[in-house]
């Protein structure tokens, strides 16, 4: 999943921020659990948990991404 992450397109990471959170860790386990995660792998978008157990294909990774990118725009303008 975090290789998911990393192959986006220069273009795309360039608009967010990209966080990994370790599970051997407490503050790794602490994020799952505030998002609710079940499985792993997991990706979170906008602390919203998206994929879960799946590892998204490149082109719906970067569709959710600008989906969530242009919504958030649409809230802060209006």
Do not use: F
Request: hydrophobic content about 35%; some cysteine; proline content about 4%.
């Amino acid at each position: 999943m975090a290789k998911s992450v990393r192959e986006l397109p220069t273009d795309i990471k360039d608009l967010i921020e990209i966080h990994e959170w370790d599970m051997r860790t407490i503050e790794g386990h602490n994020r799952c659990r505030e998002l609710k995660a079940t499985c792993l792998p997991a990706i979170a978008l906008n602390n919203e948990l998206i994929y879960e157990s799946i590892i998204p294909a490149q082109n719906e990774l970067i569709s959710e991404i600008r989906k969530r990118l242009l919504n958030k725009i649409s809230r802060d303008t209006t």
